[in-house]
């Protein structure tokens, strides 16, 4: 019975390790009590797979931080900037570079390949002096033999860690990373020593980039990294784990023909074409690593079709070279339906959290080797059949609606630029306007009277009179700032997915479904189930209410249907787009009120808009195309006089800008500041854009106070690029998890530039 798990999620089922850390951070705990908890969460998931079964048990892939640092930190890479002199890295260098510190910034941060995970990026160059830095590994295999497991250590693959790395500040753009792969080789190759020296029999080296449409010579990369390692290879099994996507041909060949490998391992529940490349030749004696559980969503496998696809494999790769596998690692579900005591009975009956998945693995570990348990299966089958046939979960006026969605591409009748003609008349804004994202800070006080209001320790009218006074303070405090066109702050709520799902129907909520997203900071997405439908406003009763406390324009504040899709879990009985469309609709109906209600701006966030783009370029139109098309259904239905504005955080913009102009947003605000302004790289490019357009001009996620000067320079920057008359002024994102004490200068000088700039185009006229 072989079964095998990529990884496990590390904060602990009920977040231990996030409150350890940040006590740790604030200085209130120490290093000894954090490495406590680590070593405790640690034991407890080597014993829970050994318990369960798993023979492959992985070790390596908890993480204080980012698996992506620990390797940064296994080969030395630390940038100049963090004073280390060398030997073994500690919690200060570590922390710094992924946090910064009161001199020193800290390393960039970008989403996991295309998930809601974030790891920090290596930066690298000639002058980088590697060295064996960080043991961890090694400690991690030997702390687990201690506790009686042997496990398979895992390590980020050398190829897959330099693609993912970035010329370092002061070194060519055009600097190949590939280039350094002879001098991080001698590095991997301790590592290996040591670990056999443990007495490890098998190793595992993560390398998703494998998943990428990649070129001959990135390729050529991997063929060489593992002829250099085949010697030290030597006498261990070495797996070499894909995940995410199908594998293109190329790099199928390439992977199952590299020396020194004992076993591949492949995401099949997300890359099913896989499943045709090992049909079509599989290298004989190898080990085929079989991921047919899935660890990016929550649902309970569905064992009599993952059996099938087992036992069709088996008759390829041969009874004794079939281990069963999770996808991906399960750092990307959450932890374990025990903690879920508010979920219905018939609902927790479809789901499998990461504790869950374990024992799937291994149920089906055992059925292949003959050894079925029986009544385990059957309660799996009665559960898919409830799933499929439970009436909570079909509506048959939304299947409907949204299948009349797909003969029309849903566009506002007149062109962006004549819109905005008709707005400017309406709403008379200055020549660049100023606003913000749409949040204000969430204080203590307004985080504990949501609370309280939920455990219904304060009546309706008192939570409704408590956030009635928060909306009229930052209503008050824009006006005195002079601020253009306002927001009401978003006092009422607590995550812009959530706020919504929960007042939408086919969307459950768990208590405890925490997901890491980086370092500390976890998120409880939804989980969509069942057709999704709108049952009566959402964010009416407090536009209406903002708009009536001020003669200036208020933004109706939503979250647009694909943040709400990529953000959440899923359903997946039916395809991503089919989901989409149902959102959109709900949101379509909540922006009609608003402009019914007289809200004249409505803002329709997709944060995610570019998190959901697939992997392979040949997939990625027919994504762009439903994800913008849901977009554009949301606002079809409007009058030229509603100004529909967008806003889109951290990503690489530049090769989607296309799709971006294509949503007919009539302003789109956009994170520009923390990635040195690339974004207005693509209009030097000679990109046109005739909507509203607001590059943020600072960035929120620092406590730092930039000056009017600074801001008027930023501002000059874009107007070298954008016409004035398209050009908004604006915060890079909310402002939702700042103080008052950085917000009000901020926006004061941000304001204050606004102005500097407009007298300056008035006198040169």
Known sequence: ???????????????????????????????????????????????????????????????????????????????????????????????????????????????????????????????????????????????????????????????????????????????????????????????????????????????????????????????????????????????????FADVPAAAFKTLTGLKGVSGYGFDL?????????????????????????????????????????????????????????TSCSLLHTAVDLVNEPKLDKELKSWLAFAAQKVVEVNALAKALAGHKEEAFFSANAAAQASRKSSPRVTN?????????????????????SARLDVQQKKLNLPVLPTTTIGSFPQTMELRKVRREYKAKKVSEEEYVKAIREEINKVVKLQEELDIDVLVHGEPERNDMVEYFGEQLSGFAFSANGWVQSYGSRCV????????????????????????????????????GPVTILNWSFVRNDQPRFETCYQIALAIKEEVEDLEKAGINVIQIDEAALREGLPLRKSEEA?????????????????????????????????????????MDADVITIENSRSDEKLLSVFREGVKYGAGIGPGVYDIHSPRIPSTDEIADRINKMLQVLETNILWVNPDCGLKTRKYTEVNPALKNMVAAAKLIRTQLASAK
């Open 1 to 243: 019975m072989a079964s095998h798990i990529v990884g496990y999620p590390r904060m602990g089922p009920k977040r231990e390790l996030k409150f350890a850390l940040e006590s740790f951070w604030d200085g209130k705990s120490s290093a000894e009590d954090l490495k406590k908890v680590a070593a405790d969460l640690r034991s407890s998931i080597w014993k829970q797979m050994k318990d369960a079964g798993i023979k492959y048990i992985p070790s390596n892939t908890f993480s204080y931080y980012d698996q992506v640092l620990d390797t940064t930190a296994m080969i030395g890479a630390v940038p100049p900037r963090y004073g280390w002199n060398g030997g073994e890295i500690e919690f200060g260098t570590y922390f710094s570079m992924a946090r910064g510190n009161a001199t020193v910034p800290a390393m960039e941060m970008t989403k996991w390949f295309d998930t809601n995970y974030h790891f920090i990026v290596p930066e690298l160059g000639p002058d980088v002096k590697f060295s064996y830095a960080s043991h961890k590994a090694v400690e991690e295999y030997k702390e687990a033999k201690a506790l009686g497991v042997d496990t398979v250590p895992v390590l980020v693959g050398p190829v897959s860690y330099l693609l993912l790395s970035k010329p370092a500040k002061g070194v060519e753009k055009s600097f190949s990373l590939l280039s350094l792969l002879d001098k991080i080789l001698p590095i991997y190759k301790e590592v290996i020593a040591e670990l056999k020296a443990a007495g490890a029999s098998w190793i595992q080296f993560d390398e998703p980039t494998l998943v990428k449409d990649l070129e001959s010579n990135q390729l050529q990369a991997f063929t060489s990294a593992y002829s250099a390692l085949e010697s030290s290879l030597s006498g261990l099994n070495v797996i070499i784990e894909t995940y």
């Open 622 to 662: 027919f994504y762009l195309e439903w994800a913008v098309h849901s977009f554009r259904i949301t606002n079809c239905g409007v009058q030229d006089t509603c100004q529909i504005h967008t806003h889109m955080c951290y990503s690489n913009f530049n090769d989607i800008i296309h799709s971006i102009i294509d």
């Open 396 to 416: 048959e006026a939304v299947q409907k609606a949204a299948a009349a969605l797909k003969g029309s591409d849903h566009r506002r009748a007149t062109n962006v």
């Open 269 to 325: 529940v997300r890359g099913t074409k896989t499943l045709d490349l090992i049909k079509g030749g599989f290298p004989s004696g190898k080990y085929l690593f079989a991921g047919v559980v899935d660890g990016r969503n929550i649902w309970a496998n569905d064992l009599a079709s993952s059996l099938s696809v087992l036992q069709s494999l088996e008759g390829i790769v041969g009874k004794d070279k079939l281990v069963v596998s």
């Open 524 to 559: 409880k997405p939804p989980i969509i189930y069942g057709d999704v439908s709108r049952p009566k406003p959402m964010t009416v009763f407090w536009s209406s209410m903002a708009q009536s406390m001020t003669a200036r324009p208020m933004k109706g504040m939503l979250t």
